[in-house]
């Protein structure tokens, strides 16, 4: 009875604590309702939905390589690189390609720079937080001084039609409530992703190069492929997100969603994701996406300051990281202690 009463509690637990993460979420979502019944209507849940789009692009990309073993600070530097130029490229739509045309250069342009960083990581086995805090100064310095600085007002054509267009339009007694378009994409690469993490040999390689590097190598897996491709495709993800928070945000600023990177690497890990790598899911990181911006829009009505709202976020990833080292150091004590015990049993044999 009690096994199969533990068997249940760590289903709902999940395997990478999902079901606790829902749990902390819907806790605080009644909370706040509590103490705001402002915060329970449909313009505040819209507008919590509205603000994950981007974060959630970005924290999928993040979550492959944290899978991988890897951290990546690129990202964000890469996503308003990607969609800056676009846009610069097509301001007054002189190719005449369209919207299409528009995403489809943004993500060229985020493969060639997440190749550097797969290349570099890959070829030279370097530390993926040193290539890519590195990267991050290189893209904003060329960004800065080759590709422009001005704000731009104005978006071209094609991008500007659809930042005004929403999936959903409600008015209620609390307000206007609209749900932007561009949502679809966000939801579809997540399943999308969730498909490839779980159902792929790809998806497989990058659990075991997390998990162990050297026994990956061992077992045949093209190590340095994968991790070149992750980084394209993590790039790739990055220029979509940069390209949806100016289309969303209707201008374009070569300084923003920079400095980003803070929240969108502690969603990934209070989603479960280990620091360590090889662990990590899909869910998880929607999850702990949409628990960050519950927090920032909760903090915003009771009135804190952001500079508050940062420490917050702050605060969450050090107790996940730390969490998760507790959770490593006590597998490493446990398998030491069978270790010994078994190593006693064969002695008295």
């Known amino acids: 009875m009690s096994g199969s009463r533990g068997l249940s509690l760590r289903r709902l637990r999940g ?14 979502v009644v909370g706040m309702s509590i103490a705001n019944p402002a915060f329970l209507s449909l313009p505040t849940a819209f507008g919590i939905l509205r603000s994950s789009i981007v974060p959630l692009i970005l924290a999928l990309g993040v979550l492959m390589v944290i899978i991988s073993g890897g951290i990546d600070v690129s990202f964000a530097a890469i996503a308003v690189f990607a ?13 005449g390609l369209g919207l299409a045309g528009a995403f489809v250069t943004a993500l060229i342009i985020g493969a060639v720079l997440g190749s550097v960083n797969g290349f570099l990581i890959a070829r030279f086995r370097l530390p993926t937080l040193i290539v890519t805090l590195g990267t991050q100064g290189i893209f904003n310095g060329i960004l800065l001084a080759y590709i422009g600085s001005r704000y731009i007002a104005n978006l071209p054509d094609p991008m500007a039609a659809i930042s005004t267009t929403n999936l959903i339009e409600v008015t209620t007694s609390g307000g206007r409530a609209y749900l932007h378009l561009l949502v679809i994409p966000a939801v ?22 997390g998990g162990d590097l050297d026994a990956a190598r061992r077992s045949g897996i093209r190590v340095n492929r994968t991790q070149l491709v992750v980084y394209v495709i993590v790039g790739m993800m990055a220029a979509a997100g940069g390209m949806i928070y100016m289309i969303m945000g209707r201008s374009a600023n070569p300084h923003e969603l920079v400095g980003t990177e803070l929240d969108i690497i502690a969603a990934v890990v209070l989603g479960g994701a280990s620091i360590f790598g090889g662990r990590g899911s899909v869910l998880g990181t929607v999850l702990g996406v949409l628990l960050i911006q519950v927090i920032n829009n909760s903090l915003t009505l009771a009135g804190v300051p952001s500079a508050w709202q940062r420490t917050a976020v702050g605060v969450l990833l050090v107790v996940g990281v730390g969490v998760q080292a507790l959770a490593a150091a006590r597998g490493t004590w446990r398998a030491r202690g069978r270790i010994r015990i078994n190593s006693g049993q064969e002695v008295t044999a």
Do not use: K, P, Q
């Open 83 to 95: 969609a800056y130029t676009t846009v610069t490229v097509f301001d007054g739509d002189t190719f």
């Open 188 to 209: 579809a690469l997540a399943l999308a992703l969730s498909l490839v993490l779980r159902r792929t040999m790809f998806g497989r390689s990058i659990y075991a190069i």
């Open 15 to 28: 395997s990478n604590n999902e079901g606790i993460l829902a749990i902390v979420l819907v806790v605080l």
